[in-house]
Structure formats: C-alpha cells, structure tokens
Nanobody
Framework: EVQLQASGGGLVQAGGSLRLSCTAS????????IGWFRQAPGQAHEWISC????????LYANSVKGRFTISRDNRRRLVYLQMNSLRPEDAGVYFC?????????WGQGTLVTVSS
C-alpha cells in the first residue's frame, strides 16, 4: 500500500523558516517524481513544487520561487521542502503527492501557520 506522510509543520513568525519532510513507502521511490501541495482553509489544493525521481529536476510555483527549496534523499525515501522567508499567505496544510499506477496518492498533511 502506498503511504506518504508529511511532517515538520508548525507555527512560525513571518520571515521565519520551516523544513517539511515527506516519508514514502509502498512503491519504488526511486522511480517517481514527488510533488508538494498546500491547501489554505476554504481553498483548493495549490501546487507548490515537484522534484524528479533522480532529484536533478525541480520546479516551483511562482509564489514560492526563490524562497522554497525541494530536495530528496532516495536512500532514506524522503522528500524535503525547505521554506524560508515565510509569509502569512504561505499558511495552510501541506501535502506530498505521488502519481503511481495512474492514481494520485496523497499523504497526510502537516499544518503550517505563519503569524504576521
């Protein structure tokens, strides 16, 4: 069974930093791109970033470009999202996601709260 679990969220002041982690199991981690999304209250999921299976390719939403960095450790089956210069609008529940066998698999999210 595919399982993803995001962690590392918390309360931070604007301008601060957090590092989120996503642990994965149940599929061949090395073979898949992984994405990060967030969901603010009452809003749809927003794509934030993704990383290729090798880790050599990364993409970012314009809203986080230059502030967030995605990385992965394939040996430990982990994907990270380093978030710097956080803004109140970055608040929400952050999820990691993998598309495996034609389906989107979402992990349990982690809550990020940014105080102004």
């Amino acid at each position: 069974e595919v399982q993803l679990q995001a962690s590392g969220g918390g309360l931070v002041q604007a301008g601060g930093s957090l590092r989120l982690s996503c642990t994965a199991s149940g599929f061949s981690f090395l073979g898949y791109n992984i994405g990060w999304f967030r969901q603010a209250p009452g809003q749809a999921h927003e794509w934030i970033s993704c990383i290729s299976s090798s880790g050599n390719g990364t993409l970012y939403a314009n809203s986080v470009k230059g502030r967030f960095t995605i990385s992965r450790d394939n040996r430990r089956r982990l994907v990270y999202l380093q978030m710097n210069s956080l803004r109140p609008e970055d608040a929400g529940v952050y999820f990691c996601k993998v598309e495996w066998r034609g389906l989107d698999w979402w992990g349990q999210g982690t809550l990020v709260t940014v105080s102004s």
